[in-house]
């Protein structure tokens, strides 16, 4: 198993992600950052740990990282912000998606629940579907 992985944006994106993510059990640990304030502590049982720019704190506890927002274009810079810090970008796949071994998935990419990716299909890098 791999250390922990951080969502950022803890929206409803974001729950989606974290519950694939805790599907797939690659991570012992998993936890958000956020930049809106919240009271809430917990989403589900994965803590708000703070705000993005907490981010590398963080990275000995968790090494992988994941941007869960909507905005492909404010995801994508994001992404970049974190890998220059030293993050790791992992794919996240949930185990009920049904990915063909002859498909090629780009960093940072999420499969939901029930989704199809056939042979031949080449997803760029921070795909969702």
């Known amino acids: 198993m791999k250390s922990g992985l951080l969502v950022v944006g803890a929206g409803g994106h974001g729950s989606v992600v974290a519950d694939a993510a805790h599907e797939q059990g ?27 720019d907490q981010a590398s704190k963080w990275l000995k506890k968790y090494t992988d990282l994941i941007v869960a927002i909507g905005d492909n274009a404010h995801r994508i810079q994001l992404i970049q912000k974190f890998k220059d810090q030293g993050f790791n970008i992992p794919v996240i796949c949930h ?29 760029g890098r921070e795909a969702v579907l």
């Open 26 to 52: 690659l991570w012992s640990q998993i936890a958000f950052l956020d930049d809106r304030p919240t009271s809430q502590p917990l989403i589900a049982d994965w803590p708000i740990l703070g705000a993005t």
């Open 95 to 123: 185990p009920t998606a049904c990915v063909s071994a002859y498909a090629d998935i780009g960093a940072g990419s999420v499969l939901a629940a029930q989704c199809a990716v056939n042979a031949g299909a080449r997803l």
